[in-house]
T-cell receptor, first 112, second 113 residues
Framework: AQTVTQSQPEMSVQEAETVTLSCTYDTSESNYYLFWYKQPPSRQMILVIRQEAYKQQNATENRFSVNFQKAAKSFSLKISDSQLGDTAMYFCAFIFRNQFYFGTGTSLTVIP | EPEVTQTPSHQVTQMGQEVILRCVPISNHLYFYWYRQILGQKVEFLVSFYNNEISEKSEIFDDQFSVERPDGSNFTLKIRSTKLEDSAMYFC???????????FGPGTRLTVT
């Protein structure tokens, strides 16, 4: 079974600071993709970043980067220079057989 | 930038009624999906659709549910006889290829009374 675990239900960070959201997953597959999605109060799901499991290099997208540890099955998201617009629910997700498995989410609040 | 659209944004229906939720995926995408998110819970996969047929479905997607691509642009989710526990946000998504990033619509909030 594919599972995704986010152990931090809520986090907060001061504006302009850096925060790291953690995610672990379990799978027996060797080739897969991992994602972070953001869900602001509007509830739209927005893709933040994607990581291919066969790539050792960590993905980065502007202020967002991941720390992908394949052996540990860990996939954390680092947000640098946090902005008020980063306030949202963040979901880690794993794709298997073309369907997403989402974690329970981390609610991030950026404090001005 | 192309995006997935969904209508309506909010649907209120009485228990036992049929509802149809509509989605227009991104035009060059080939794979289509429905997900559900009960308030305060995680997003759950319902069904994936490719080449005019269901390719995967979850245990949630029982006989009450059906999907259809009635024309070249729309992708619909029908719930035949709604129950109170069907109240949730329903997201449509599409992707260019299998096991690739999916682009989500803004969701339809379904309220069953």
């Amino acid at each position: 079974a594919q599972t995704v675990t986010q152990s931090q239900p809520e986090m907060s960070v001061q504006e302009a600071e850096t925060v790291t959201l953690s995610c672990t997953y379990d799978t027996s597959e060797s080739n897969y993709y991992l994602f972070w999605y953001k869900q602001p109060p509007s509830r739209q799901m927005i893709l933040v970043i994607r990581q291919e499991a066969y790539k050792q290099q960590n993905a980065t997208e502007n202020r967002f980067s991941v720390n992908f540890q394949k052996a540990a099955k860990s996939f954390s998201l680092k947000i640098s220079d946090s902005q008020l617009g980063d306030t949202a629910m963040y979901f880690c997700a794993f794709i298997f057989r073309n369907q997403f498995y989402f974690g329970t989410g981390t609610s991030l609040t950026v404090i001005p | 930038e192309p995006e997935v659209t969904q209508t309506p944004s909010h649907q209120v229906t009485q228990m036992g009624q049929e509802v149809i939720l509509r989605c227009v995926p991104i035009s060059n995408h080939l794979y289509f999906y429905w997900y559900r998110q009960i308030l305060g819970q995680k997003v759950e996969f319902l069904v994936s659709f490719y080449n005019n047929e269901i390719s995967e479905k979850s245990e949630i997607f029982d006989d009450q549910f059906s999907v259809e691509r009635p024309d070249g642009s729309n992708f619909t989710l029908k719930i035949r006889s709604t129950k109170l526990e069907d109240s949730a946000m329903y997201f449509c998504a599409s992707s260019r290829r299998q096991n690739y990033e999916q682009y989500f619509g803004p969701g339809t909030r379904l309220t069953v009374t």
